[in-house]
Every structure is written in C-alpha cells, then in structure tokens.
T-cell receptor, first 112, second 111 residues
Framework: EAGVTQSPTHLIKTRGQQATLRCSPI?????VYWYQQALGLGLQFLLW???????NRGNFPPRFSGRQFPNYSSELNVNALELEDSALYLC???????????FGQGTRLTVV | KNEVEQSPQNLTAQEGEFITINCSYS?????LHWLQQHPGGGIVSLFM???GKKKHGRLIATINIQEKHSSLHITASHPRDSAVYIC?????????????FGKGTLLTVNP
C-alpha cells in the first residue's frame, strides 16, 4: 500500500512568487496535516484538513493557504514568497484526528 | 519554556550500545509519538502511545502519564539507527488534532 506521497520533492522559487505543494494521503485517510520545518527550528503545525474542510490552522500568515479535494488529496499554497519561507514542508495523513499520523517525505522549498 | 523537551540534544554511541532518549512534556495529552527523521527529511512514525510500553524490534517506547515523561530505547544500536529522533505530543481536549514537536535528538552510532 502506498504511503503519503508529496510532490515535488524539491522546489526553487524566487521571492514574491507563489508555490504550490501537493500531498496524496494514504488511501482511506480523510485527515491531512501540513507542517513546516524551517532550518534550525522544530516542526510547526500549519494546517489541518478533514473531509474537505479546513479545520484549523497554526500561527502562520494568510499567505499560507490550501485546500483538500474530494479524493482527500491536498494542496498547500504559499503566496508572495519570502526568503524565510524556505523550509521542509511535511504532509501527514490519518484516518481521523484521533488516530496515528503517517508522514510523507516532504517538499523542500527554497526561496531565493 | 517549550511544551515538549527532549534530552539529550545530541548523542553519540558505539555500535551495540543501549540508547535512551527522553521526552518530557508540560501539557495534558491524548497521545505521544516517537518519530524518526533521516537526512533528506522524510519522517517515519515509530510509535504512538498513550500509556504503558510498546516494543517493535530493537525499539522500545515507554510513557508515564503521571510524570509526563516518555523514553525511547534502542537496544543493540547499529549505525543505520543514526537519525534525528523526535518526540511529538497530541494535545488533549480541543487541541487533539495537531502534534506539538520537540526539537529532536540527533543520534550518531559509530561502527
């Protein structure tokens, strides 16, 4: 069975551009979480989607947004990129919020 | 003070040694995760536990809810165990949807 898959694995953008990151959860999982791991910092909660709806978001500006599609895959969009948005973005999925989360390999976003 | 504290931050061991990584947390939780992150970034979930002890191969995780403390043990360590080990807690009540992470423990096992 396929795990959580993220694409692309690496993404280089210039300041001010928009980045779109994609995540496909494990089949049957309806909850998708996005986390940011900036250099030198721990993982920080970004967004939680469940059953197609944004359920909660972390302490990030509105430039960070996303959506969950009917097949439960998810997109994370980062607008007006800033240099400090350079980070590893990890997606995780779970059956629901009470069950174990499984992580993808991440997308490394570099803003130059 | 971080909600999740791990110790040590860095750990170097010789192959075959018994390893212990500790995690303390200050909030009520519904579950605790131990995660492994290799260079390159991908994260593997090792354990999720809310009480007692779990074992998988050479890995053992324990949690003491009263003391708000968990430990990850690696028996007969091997160089392939070299990675960052991250403790993460899932909050109780209204915060039980997200994980709060420790800063990780970098383990290096030398042959």
């Amino acid at each position: 069975e396929a795990g959580v898959t993220q694409s692309p694995t690496h993404l280089i953008k210039t300041r001010g551009q928009q980045a779109t990151l994609r995540c496909s959860p494990i089949s049957g999982h309806t909850s998708v979480y996005w986390y940011q791991q900036a250099l030198g910092l721990g993982l920080q909660f970004l967004l939680w989607y469940d059953e197609g709806e944004e359920r909660n978001r972390g302490n990030f500006p509105p430039r960070f947004s996303g959506r969950q599609f009917p097949n439960y895959s998810s997109e994370l969009n980062v607008n007006a990129l800033e240099l400090e948005d350079s980070a590893l973005y990890l997606c995780a999925s779970s059956l629901n919020k009470n069950t174990e989360a499984f992580f993808g390999q991440g997308t490394r976003l570099t803003v130059v | 003070k971080n909600e999740v504290e791990q110790s040590p931050q860095n750990l170097t061991a010789q192959e075959g040694e018994f390893i212990t990584i500790n995690c303390s947390y200050s909030v009520g939780i519904s579950a605790l995760h131990w995660l492994q992150q290799h260079p390159g970034g991908g994260i593997v979930s090792l354990f999720m536990l809310s009480s007692g002890k779990k074992k998988h191969g050479r890995l053992i995780a324990t949690i003491n809810i009263q003391e708000k403390h968990s430990s990850l043990h690696i028996t007969a360590s091997h160089p392939r165990d070299s990675a960052v080990y991250i403790c993460a807690v899932k909050g109780g009540g209204g915060s039980n949807y997200k994980l709060t992470f420790g800063k990780g423990t970098l383990l290096t096992v030398n042959p």
